[in-house]
């Protein structure tokens, strides 16, 4: 645990020392829960929005883009169940004066449990090295078995009293388990209320005119509401998909996960309209292409894990989480939906208008069922930056610090480095920038000796470095450095936009 706590607090200090993430309006003392990006984090958050973009908008022929309003009509959080139920149940202790989320309380404790029960896996694995089976061990192991039960027990309760809103019962859970405040060890709690998380805004100058508005928590309802706009205009069929990427705001009772929980954040979410009573098919479709997409980044299967949900939001019949790896532990990173035809029904009821497609083949009209990908943008840049730094050593005793992003999310795909800052060399380096700038993000690094300038890029995340040094006047040849391997080949300077292109390019990396 402290080790995780000490490489979460690597992660944070790395990323504001590279200029990848600040805290907001931080001469200020900063805003909680709320961050800034800096100039590399702000492309690396371009890059993963564009490879969600491409992925999910540009490669499916029946999935198109939406760019809607952060405001929107107050009636729409009304149909959509965000003003009577978008709450979560908070806990104070009265000692520390610290607010919880109760239910995190309780599921922190039943990852506790967990916990113990993958340590003894670990160690049977380890004793029975390749005989070891699993399956076979969960399922006899007299410890494991109670763990998990013990697990499931905690966890089903918690989402009975939550989906019966018997919040008394959160509470005597909380108690019962003996859960003492993370921070004081005091177990004197109040009891659990709930509390709404949309942030609200007025429209309008003069008090009393003024309308109430809230900002968007989610992004999905601006999609829900321009579904007839988009489907007749689009001339789209079912199944098809509207995609979105944009701002949402979120009240949270806790936030001290760094970019993990933001008051302020960033959704990628593409609702998928399908035909009523197919929706668990794509469901499943959808939770295999999502997988897929995550896997095609490298940052290692092991690092991600299916967490099905005990206890669906009102609107759903099937639930999922894709659950990452961070330096906390497993936590949701993507949720998949099946959310029926609940919201498009509630819209129609509220605003009069029909939300329905004729289906040709059927020869009859419905509301559409929907499935949900939803992604948390900065959750990404989250787990794509921390699985990527890494503490390496090295020959002879010593270590590196390197940022192995993928390198088609890399700020700079490579650094332009004259091996010395004079007998033309620098010139020749400025030529190849200039060339190279048109098709990719490439940097200049001028100062330090090149080993130096070296770290400095491996640190910064850069993929490759492109040497000129004397030899390039005669040989017109540069030397190329990779940033994971350390391996450094010479190739024709005319060559390296061919190979910066293959290293790069969306179609052969998704092939691969
Ligand atoms: P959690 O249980 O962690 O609060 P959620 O289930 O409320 O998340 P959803 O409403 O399903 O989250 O939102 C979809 C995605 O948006 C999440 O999977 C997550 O990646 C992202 N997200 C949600 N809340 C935040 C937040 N406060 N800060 C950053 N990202 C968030």
Redesign the pocket.
């Known amino acids: 645990m402290a080790k995780q706590q000490d490489n979460f607090k690597q992660v944070i200090a790395h990323a504001k020392e590279y200029g990848y993430i600040f805290s907001s309006s931080e001469i200020y003392d900063g805003l909680s829960a709320v961050y800034d990006y800096g100039q590399n984090g702000a492309e690396l958050k371009k890059n993963i929005k564009e490879y969600w973009w491409k992925s999910m908008v540009q490669l499916h022929d029946n999935i198109v883009g939406l760019d809607a309003a952060i405001l929107m009509h107050p009636t729409t959080w009304k149909a959509s169940g965000h003003v009577d139920a978008f709450n979560d149940p908070l806990i104070d202790n009265k000692d520390s004066k610290k607010r919880y989320r109760a239910d995190v309380l309780v599921e922190d404790y039943a990852e506790k449990i967990n916990q113990k029960a993958q340590k003894e896996i670990a160690k049977a694995r380890k004793r029975f090295g390749d005989k070891f089976d699993e399956e076979e061990f969960v399922n006899t192991n007299p410890r494991v078995i109670r763990y998990k039960k013990e697990e499931k027990e905690i966890l089903e309760r918690l989402a009975k009293s939550l989906t019966n809103e018997d919040l008394a019962d959160v509470k005597a859970l909380i108690e019962e388990l003996g859960i003492a405040c993370p921070e004081s060890g005091s177990k004197n709690w109040t009891d659990v209320k709930q509390f709404n998380l949309m942030f609200g805004t007025k429209l309008g100058a003069s008090a009393d005119s003024a309308t109430d508005l809230y900002l968007r928590p989610?992004t999905a309802q601006g999609i829900f509401v321009n579904f007839a706009n988009v489907q007749k205009t689009g001339r789209m069929k079912i199944p098809f998909g509207i995609a979105q990427i944009g701002k949402a705001f979120?009240n949270?009772i806790v936030a001290r996960q760094f970019i993990?929980?933001?008051r302020e954040?960033e959704?990628m979410e593409m609702q998928f309209f399908v035909r009523p009573g197919e929706e668990l098919t794509w469901f499943e479709k959808w939770k295999e292409t999502r997988q897929k997409w995550h896997e095609s980044l490298g940052l290692g299967k092991e690092n991600y894990r299916f967490h099905d949900h005990e206890k669906m939001a009102h609107y759903a019949n099937a639930a999922t989480d894709i659950e990452f790896n961070f330096p906390f532990g497993f936590k949701?990173?993507?949720?998949i939906h099946s959310r029926t035809d609940f919201d498009l029904k509630a819209h129609e009821k509220h605003s009069g208008k029909k939300l329905q497609f004729f289906d040709p083949e059927m020869n009859k009209n419905y509301v559409p069922y929907v499935i949900e990908t939803?992604?948390?943008l900065?959750?990404m840049f989250l787990a794509v930056f921390s699985s990527s730094l890494q503490e390496e050593e090295l020959e002879g005793g010593t270590t590196r610090t390197v940022l192995k992003l993928p390198a088609i999310l890399a700020p700079y795909k490579a650094a332009i480095l004259p091996l010395v800052k004079k007998d033309g060399l620098p010139e020749i380096a400025q030529e190849l920038l200039d060339d190279l700038k048109w098709d990719f993000n490439v940097t200049y690094d001028e100062k330090d000796a090149v080993g130096r300038r070296y770290r400095r890029q491996d640190a910064a995340g850069t993929p490759f470095c492109i040497t000129i040094d004397h030899d390039t006047k005669e040989d017109k040849q540069v030397t190329v450095r990779n940033r994971d391997t350390m391996e450094q080949k010479r190739i024709p300077m005319a060559e390296v936009k061919a190979m910066l292109a293959k290293e790069v390019d969306f179609r052969t990396w998704m092939d691969k």
């Open positions: 989610e979120r949270e993990f929980r933001q954040f959704q949701e990173l993507e949720g939803s992604i948390g900065d959750r």
